[in-house]
C-alpha cells in the first residue's frame, strides 16, 4: 500500500529524531540475516551490553497482503506482530503482543487519505488505554494531534499537537506534547539537492521545569558506501559516528561518545555490524 496524505502525526519532527539518534550505540552489536527457500527472512542478533550478553532471533514472513513478525529472545520472550494491508479500502491493521505478558497486546488501525490520516489503538487488557492521532494537510504540510485516555482511571494520560513542514530542501516541526508541558521546535536543512550534506537542529523547553535543551547535528555522504554523523548537545555532549557498507546491504557502524566538559570520564564506543544476503 503507497503511502498516502500527510502521514502519521508520529511521523512529524521523526526527521530532526532520527538524523540525531537512529544507529548510535555504545554497545556491541552482530546481526545476520538471511532468507529461507519458503520465504521467511531470518535475523539473529547478538547484543553486548557492558558485561551482559543477549540473544534474539526473528522471523518475518510475508503472504499477499499479510506480513507476520515473530522475534524470541534468550529471556524467554515472545513478540509477535502481525500486520494486514486494506483489510479495509486504504487501511493497515497491526496487532501485536510480548508474551508471557498477555496484557500488552495492542489492536491499532490506521486510515490513509489524500489530505488526513487517522490512527487509533486499543490494548487488550482489561480497561485499556485507548490512544487516537490524526494528520491533516496537502502533500508537504501535517498539522494534527495525538491523544490517550485511560479506560480505568476515566482520565487523559496524554494529549499532543503539532505542524510539520516537507520541502525537497527541508523538513520542520513544532510540537507540543506532554499535556502542553513541553514544547519541542525541529529542522532538517539539506545543503545539496542529492542531500549528501545535512544540518539539524532540536530545541526542547520543559515549562514546568524551566529547562531548555538543544542539540544540533550533522550528515555528510562521503561516497556511495561511507556516512559520517555527528551531534552536540548543550551539556557538552559530542558523539559521532561513521557507517560503511563493506558489501551489498552489509553494514559496520562504529559511534563514540564523550563529554567535553569531563575529559576525565571514559568516552562510549559502540560497535555493529549487520551482515545481510
Do not use: C, W
Not at 34 to 51: D, E, F, I, M, Q
Amino acid at each position: 500500500m503507497a503511502a498516502k496524505g500527510p502521514g502519521l502525526f508520529s511521523n512529524i519532527g521523526k526527521s530532526a529524531k532520527d538524523l540525531l539518534t537512529r544507529d548510535y550505540t555504545y554497545d556491541q552489536k552482530l546481526t545476520v540475516s538471511s532468507v529461507s527457500s519458503s520465504g521467511v527472512a531470518l535475523t539473529s542478533t547478538a547484543v553486548k551490553k557492558g558485561g551482559l550478553y543477549s540473544f534474539d532471533v526473528a522471523g518475518v514472513y510475508k503472504y499477499k497482503n499479510t506480513l507476520v513478525d515473530v522475534k524470541v529472545d534468550t529471556q524467554s520472550n515472545v513478540s509477535t506482530t502481525l500486520t494486514v494491508l486494506d483489510v479495509l479500502p486504504s487501511t493497515k491493521l497491526v496487532t501485536s503482543v510480548k508474551l508471557p505478558d498477555y496484557n500488552s497486546g495492542k489492536v491499532e488501525l490506521q486510515y490513509f487519505h489524500e489530505n488526513a490520516t487517522l490512527a487509533t489503538a486499543v490494548g487488550t487488557k482489561p480497561s485499556p488505554v485507548v490512544e487516537f492521532s490524526a494528520a491533516v494537510g496537502p502533500k508537504g504540510l501535517a498539522v494534527g494531534g495525538e491523544a490517550a485516555f485511560d479506560t480505568s482511571s476515566g482520565k487523559f494520560t496524554k494529549y499532543s499537537a503539532g505542524i510539520g513542514v516537507t520541502k525537497p530542501e527541508f523538513h520542520a516541526a513544532f510540537i507540543l506534547a506532554d499535556k502542553g508541558d513541553t514544547i519541542k521546535v525541529s529542522g532538517v536543512y539539506h545543503l545539496d539537492e542529492k542531500q549528501k550534506a545535512s544540518a539539524v537542529a532540536e530545541f526542547t523547553r520543559k515549562l514546568s521545569a524551566n529547562e531548555n535543551a538543544l542539540t544540533v547535528g550533522g550528515l555528510y555522504t562521503v561516497d556511495p558506501q561511507t556516512t559520517v554523523k555527528a551531534r552536540l548537545n548543550n551539556t557538552g555532549t559530542l558523539a559521532a559516528l561513521l557507517q560503511h557498507e563493506v558489501k551489498p546491504k552489509s553494514l559496520l557502524t562504529i559511534s563514540g561518545e564523550f563529554d567535553t566538559k569531563a575529559l576525565d570520564r571514559a568516552p562510549k564506543f559502540g560497535l555493529t555490524f549487520a551482515l545481510k544476503p
